[in-house]
Structures are given as structure tokens and as C-alpha cells.
């Protein structure tokens, strides 16, 4: 079993930055590979960012790529998520997820946190 909790949510200018992190419980927690996935208002949620178990391999999807960095502290039991130069499309909440392989896809991810919301204004 493996809890999460995200925070660093908030509000902030375009081009400005936010860095999400991802707490997690539980022995295993080193053992997932975790995705960060956004939900706009309205609409489904989408696959941000991934990170392998170790840390060593990711993957962005397209309209963040250059932006956004993943990386993961198993000392810690955190993922962070830095958001560099953000758009007023970035505006979502965010959610951390783990899952035992790699997968872009919602129905692939075990454990999800709660959300924070970030929020860009134009």
C-alpha cells in the first residue's frame, strides 16, 4: 500500500515557476515508478510526466517538455515536479500516481494523491 500527498499548488504569473512534490507512506515506495497527470476543469485527466523506480529514466509528454523537470528522492519518499516558464494552460490540478511500469494511462496507475490545484494567470 502506498499513500500520497502532493503540495506546492498555487497561484502564479505566466512565465513564472512552481515546484509540486509528491510525499509518499509505505516501505515500497521505491519499488513504483510514478506519473504526474493534470485535470483542467472540464475536461479528463492527462498525463504530465514520468519517472522510473530508480529515478534514471523519464518521460514528458509534448507541451511540457523543456519546462517541466521530474525527479524523485527514494531517501525521502518524494517526487518533485519543477514547473518552469508556465502558460495559463498549465492551470490544473495536479496529481502524483504510482504504478508498477511505465504507462502514460490513467487505468495503469495504482495509487493516486489528492491533488493541489496550480493555478496561472495571464
Known amino acids: 500500500q502506498v499513500q500520497l500527498v502532493e503540495s506546492g499548488g498555487g497561484l502564479v504569473q505566466a512565465g513564472g515557476s512552481l515546484r509540486l512534490s509528491c510525499a509518499a507512506s509505505?516501505?515500497?515506495?521505491?519499488?513504483?515508478?510514478m506519473g504526474w497527470f493534470r485535470q483542467a476543469p472540464g475536461k479528463e485527466r492527462q498525463f504530465v510526466a514520468y519517472i522510473n523506480w530508480i529515478g534514471v529514466s523519464t518521460y514528458y509528454t509534448d507541451s511540457v517538455k523543456g519546462r517541466f523537470t521530474l525527479s524523485r528522492d527514494n531517501s525521502k519518499n518524494t517526487v518533485y515536479l519543477q514547473m518552469n516558464s508556465l502558460k495559463p494552460e498549465d492551470t490544473a490540478v495536479y496529481y502524483c500516481a504510482a504504478t508498477k511500469a511505465f504507462s502514460t494511462i490513467v487505468p495503469s496507475y495504482d495509487y493516486w494523491g489528492q491533488g493541489t490545484q496550480v493555478i496561472v494567470s495571464s
Open positions: 509505505g516501505r515500497t515506495f521505491s519499488t513504483y515508478a
